[in-house]
């Protein structure tokens, strides 16, 4: 069981906790273990949209597995809002230094700041406060124009909609891409990078298309992608001829079956070693003979700055 607790502000934007809080929800009704939690200084905190929220004012006992989320709030600056008690910036570093990983929306990436957590780190947040954050925070290291950035067990996110991003890429970490598959398509959403960016998520950069028998053999990949899956066993699944689906597939993905399933192993291993696992293992655990294939695999597929294994600890 994992907890999430989101930690309030006055002021804060509606998505930007309601955006990861349904991503962790949805997981948790698709039968992972997730329990949600808000917890605030103050039991009535009202949002920049004007809808009071009530939150715990008593945190729960967390541990190494949990997770928490701080949501921006309204900001130019960081100057407007944000106040937190330096008891409070002291809940954060603990939980991080107790092994814990923290997460921010947006202007949440302050708090951050102030608790310690980003210097010497990569970050981001919202594109209008990047200058601000750099000038506040000077020994964090900003990333700018990018959805989210994980640097150790510090995650943070430009804002807004890219909470959603910041959160399906932390299932997908935790549960593999078939499980953020599952959730994004309740969820009815499609995460996509800034400008030049790649997204984070093999599965999801490659589903925007409307082509039914091509998303059932991804959703076939997805499911199994540490397997052995013959194209003919692909190809039977969604009731056409090899030569057809892999024509269908590659027109709609830019990706041959094969090469769609190496990328999925390759992230997941991506994963697992920003988790302290060896090459040699996580090669096993996605399914790989050996490493040498995940090493030339992982040659051949760059991973964006924003996406890498931690740094800092």
Do not use: K
């Amino acid at each position: 069981m994992t907890r999430v607790v989101f930690l309030l502000v006055p002021q804060l934007h509606l998505l930007d906790l309601a955006g990861p809080a349904q991503v962790f929800s949805t997981a948790a009704d698709l039968g992972h273990g997730y329990t949600i939690g808000y917890v605030a200084e103050q039991e009535d905190v009202p949002t920049a949209q004007g809808v009071m929220l009530r939150a715990a004012v008593d945190w729960p006992e967390l541990t190494a597995d949990d997770l928490v989320v701080v949501p921006g709030w309204r900001s130019l600056a960081f100057r407007e809002n944000g106040d937190m008690s330096a008891a409070t910036l002291d809940r954060l570093a603990a939980h991080h230094a107790a092994g814990g990983t923290v997460a921010s929306v947006c202007a949440g990436a302050d708090a951050l700041g102030r608790a310690g957590l980003l210097d010497g780190r990569r970050c981001t947040t919202h594109h209008d406060l990047q200058d601000e954050l750099a000038r506040r925070h000077p020994r964090a290291r900003v990333v700018r124009d990018v959805l989210y950035v994980l640097d150790g067990r510090v995650v943070t996110s430009a804002g807004i909609a890219s909470g959603i991003d910041l959160a399906l890429h932390l299932v997908a970490a935790r549960h593999g891409p078939a499980v953020a598959a599952r959730v994004a398509r309740a969820m009815v959403v499609f995460a996509r990078r800034n400008g030049d960016e790649q997204q984070a998520s093999v599965m999801l950069r490659h589903r925007d298309h409307l082509i039914d028998a091509v998303h059932q053999a991804q959703d076939l990949i997805d499911a199994r992608f540490a397997e052995r899956l013959g194209l003919a066993d692909l190809s039977a699944a969604c009731g056409l001829s090899e030569r057809t689906l892999t024509r269908r597939f590659t027109a709609a993905t830019g990706l041959t079956p094969l090469r769609y399933q190496q990328d999925l192993r390759v992230e997941r291993a991506e994963h697992l070693i920003a988790q302290g696992s060896t090459v040699e293992a996580a090669a096993r655990v996605v399914g790989f003979q050996d490493a040498r294939m995940l090493r030339r695999l992982r040659g051949r597929t760059p991973v964006p700055e924003a996406a890498r294994g931690p740094v800092s600890a």
